[in-house]
């Protein structure tokens, strides 16, 4: 097999091989130097490829971090909450934000205290009906 070159196509140089396979390793010159140079080409190349496999690790795992970040189903309660009341003019009752966010009423009640808490919204009450709504800054 060394005749034909196929080492140096092993290890990423297909130009070399392309030349040993010509010359049949430079008239067994070459293939006889091969012998000491294998080892330490083969760990070059394990060791550049290694790199490129963790680099595609690298990439993918920042991709799905990414998709997490740009997927409204995986945003965070008060993400969603701050959406609604966004798409929603910035006024929300306690009701509609259980509409429109899906979670249960104890849910929004403590979603709305730490939205208020964290300076997001106040509380004021309808001037014509008297109900409590939050005022979201959006």
Known sequence: MGICGLQRFYVGQPMAGLLY???LGF????QFIDLFLIPSMVEQRNTYLQGRYLMTLQISHLSAREETE???TS???MQRLLQAAKE???VLSEAQVSLYTGFDAK????????AE???YAYVFNDPETGAVRYRFDV
Do not use: A, S, Y
């Open 21 to 23: 396979l010509i010359t």
């Open 27 to 30: 008239c067994g010159v070459g």
């Open 70 to 72: 740009l997927n409204p």
């Open 75 to 77: 945003t965070t309660p």
């Open 88 to 90: 929603h003019g910035g």
């Open 107 to 114: 849910q929004v009640k403590e979603l709305l205290f730490e």
């Open 117 to 119: 808490r964290l300076g």
